[in-house]
């Protein structure tokens, strides 16, 4: 793209943690990226001056399980931008030629528009359109840039992030497909609320689970004949688009609505008398962002969200794994749990260079991360349960150690080993479930009984665990994980068999299953008397 509009040059800035690598396989497109082609992207701001630093208070304190979080108007007080910083970018950017699409003091969100030309112009990029290799191997067109972003100089330290001028597809769906001659024993959502002990006397009443998906869709007459076909009346489900994303099934041709299904059908059979509210967002980093801060920030505040999508650490930008961790944090601080898969490739996370590597956004400490097994259970007695590992070609669970986030205060006696590089050391998965598609989920997708397994069927589980564990104790839960690396450890039972390719299952918690799967009647108990 050529900038045909000579300017005065701007005084610029780097920005820290913008580098970008190229794309795989990234190839010029045969068309390039016209000068005046309309272009958006989501500006991250810094928090309030005087409010407690998100990653240290804003999770450990506020929205820890047990104590109080605060309200919206506090949040917005204490760990939102600051209102002057809002009206100087604002004002900064509008005078330079960009539209403010929509500005969002608690999330610390700018939403900016502008011409190609002119946004390559304010944050020193220089844009093209490409071919490459989106997660999963297909071979997609979009905009790219590669090294790092600048911004204008009195922004400098006030905007922390700028995502979506590339918006190469940022995460894949954690999900596997059964093969008929390969399923062993398969379970409806029912069958494991029974074999985990879920709570009796609850179904989520008064709760909400929001859950974020980055393609597909679904058909409500679909999820009736589901929801029917199980004698259990189905959740009110809503749809929320973001960032131009919509409801949208049968257009996505990497199978999204595979994982829609499959985490609306777990989510909504196990805890139905919640309202689920699934967010449609674009494949991007911005799209990623947006989507949680949404859900996080929704008027009525969710008590867990879901996501089933990441990708290794390495794929993201720093810029971008802050933002989306931050985000969690506002999570944490207003009363929800996160709940992520931890991945489906095993400890490389489906890398070759030989490396363990953690998914993002599992990896973050303010995200309960979520492993996978393999079940054998008759009724409701557990005769076996491992951890999932199929092999490189059948997915294996995720789970390691991050190399960018640190070991949480709460993790410390938990036996993490170090890091295979880096300053991190946060150990995942936090917890785990069935994820083995030979002992997996029965599901309805696009009108075919399938069995479904990976680790996305393990997020929306624990969400729904979660909403009637809320719905029981009669509070939001926020982090779990200080709760559950303490006394609610009685609630989960340890997975000692199995590994993930460079990590092993043992007493305690591991890499590969953490500290276990739920035993849901224990867990209340633990929570109630905390």
């Known amino acids: 793209m050529s900038d045909d509009n000579a300017q005065e040059p701007l005084e610029l800035r780097p920005l820290p943690g913008s580098e970008r690598g190229p794309a795989e396989g990234a190839a010029p497109a045969a068309a390039g990226l016209p000068s005046d082609?309309?272009?958006?992207?989501?500006?991250?701001?810094?928090?309030?001056?005087?409010?407690?630093?998100?990653?240290?208070?804003?999770?450990?304190?506020?929205?820890?399980a047990g104590i109080a979080p605060l309200s919206r108007q506090e949040f917005a007080d204490r760990l939102g931008a600051d209102p002057a910083d809002v009206d100087l970018v604002v004002s900064s950017l509008t005078a330079l030629g960009l539209s403010i699409v929509s500005a969002d003091q608690p999330s610390r969100r700018i939403r900016v528009?502008?011409?190609?030309?002119?946004?390559?112009?304010?944050?020193?990029?220089?844009?093209?359109?490409?071919?490459?290799?989106?997660?999963g191997g297909r071979t997609v067109q979009h905009r790219h840039r590669t090294g790092p972003l600048m911004i204008p100089a009195e922004l400098d330290g006030i905007v922390t992030a700028v995502l979506g001028l590339d918006d190469r597809p940022q995460a894949r769906a954690e999900f596997r497909v059964a093969q008929a001659h390969a399923v062993a024993v398969s379970y409806t959502p029912l069958e494991l609320g029974e074999i985990y002990r879920f709570p009796k006397g609850?179904?989520?009443?008064?709760?909400?689970?929001a859950i974020v998906e980055l393609g597909g869709g679904f058909r409500q007459d679909e999820l009736t004949r589901y929801f029917s076909g199980l004698g259990v009346p189905g959740p009110r489900v809503t749809a929320v688009g973001v960032d131009g994303a919509d409801n949208a099934p049968g257009t996505d041709d990497s199978g999204a609505d595979g994982e829609v299904l499959l985490d609306i059908e777990v989510a909504g059979a196990l805890s139905p008398g919640a309202d689920i509210v699934v967010y449609?967002?674009?494949?991007?980093?911005?799209?990623?962002?947006?989507?949680v801060s949404e859900a996080a920030h929704a008027s009525v505040a969710p008590a867990a969200i879901s996501i089933s999508w990441g990708q290794n650490e390495d794929a993201w930008t720093a810029q971008a794994r802050t933002a989306l961790d931050e985000a969690f944090v506002d999570a944490a601080a207003l009363g929800i749990t996160v709940t992520v898969a931890a991945g489906d490739n095993g400890s490389s996370d489906g890398q070759s260079d030989g490396r363990s590597h953690a998914d993002f956004p599992a990896s973050s400490p303010h995200a309960?991360?979520?492993?996978?097994?393999?079940?054998?259970?008759s009724g409701t007695t557990v005769e076996s349960e491992t951890v999932w590992n199929d092999g490189a070609d059948g997915g294996a669970t995720g789970g390691g150690v991050s190399d960018v986030f640190a070991l949480p205060d709460w993790q410390r006696t938990a036996g993490v080993p170090s890091p295979a590089k880096g300053s991190g050391g946060r150990g995942l998965p936090d917890v785990a479930a069935v994820a083995d598609p030979s002992t997996g989920y029965e599901v309805l997708v696009d009108g075919q009984r399938l069995v479904y397994g990976g680790t996305s069927a393990v997020a929306p589980l624990w969400a729904a665990l979660v909403a009637r564990l809320a719905q029981a104790t009669g509070r939001p839960l926020g982090l779990l994980q200080p709760a559950l690396y303490g006394p609610a450890v009685a609630g989960l039972r340890d997975i000692t068999s199995g590994d993930n390719g460079a990590y092993s299952a043992g007493p305690g918690w591991d890499a590969c299953t953490g500290l276990g799967v739920p035993d849901g009647t224990k867990l209340l108990a633990s929570l109630q008397a905390s």
């Not at 528009?113 to 997660?135: D, H, N, Q």
């Not at 609850?202 to 689970?209: L, P, R, V």
């Open 280 to 291: 449609f967002a674009p494949n991007t980093d911005d799209g990623f962002l947006d989507a």
């Open 37 to 64: 082609r309309t272009v958006q992207a989501t500006l991250v701001l810094r928090r309030r001056t005087d409010g407690d630093s998100g990653s240290e208070n804003g999770s450990e304190e506020s929205g820890t």
């Open 113 to 135: 528009s502008g011409t190609a030309s002119a946004m390559s112009r304010v944050f020193g990029a220089r844009l093209e359109a490409v071919t490459s290799r989106a997660p």
């Open 368 to 377: 309960l991360a979520c492993g996978g097994t393999s079940l054998r259970a």
């Open 202 to 209: 609850t179904d989520g009443t008064g709760q909400t689970i």
